[in-house]
Nanobody, 125 residues
Framework: VQLVESGGGSVQSGGSLRLSCAASGFTYSNYCMGWFRQAPGKEREGVATVCSDGTTPYADSVKGRFTISQDNAKNRMYLQMNSLKSEDTAMYYC????????????????????WGQGTQVTVSS
């Protein structure tokens, strides 16, 4: 399984970015895929996930600003980030979990088996 992120960069506060995750070798009927982020000196946190049951949980801090989506035909997952804030600055990681993931754990990194290398997002105020 390989996950490759792209789309990060530097943007001013209030701007937008779209992250993309290209997945290969990941074929499970039950799964979750998601975006996590880690800022310097902070723990990795779940941003948004999309699971095979169609649910898309979001972290409270990004609700209404970020949108997760996937294109199964292209084996890609996206994160549209609008109204970016300086506190969104972090390394963003794409992750995938094989099998069923409990709802309460879907924004927790523990169930995720596969990780990309990350793409940096920097928001300047």
């Amino acid at each position: 399984v390989q996950l490759v992120e792209s789309g990060g960069g530097s943007v001013q506060s209030g701007g937008s970015l779209r992250l993309s995750c290209a997945a290969s070798g990941f074929t499970y009927s039950n799964y979750c895929m998601g975006w996590f982020r880690q800022a310097p000196g902070k723990e990795r946190e779940g941003v948004a996930t999309v699971c095979s049951d169609g649910t898309t949980p979001y972290a409270d801090s990004v609700k209404g600003r970020f949108t997760i989506s996937q294109d199964n035909a292209k084996n890609r997952m996206y994160l549209q980030m609008n109204s970016l804030k300086s506190e969104d600055t972090a390394m963003y990681y794409c992750a995938a979990a094989r099998g069923w993931v409990l709802w309460r754990l879907r924004l927790n990194s523990a169930p995720y088996n596969y990780w990309g290398q990350g793409t940096q997002v920097t928001v300047s105020s």
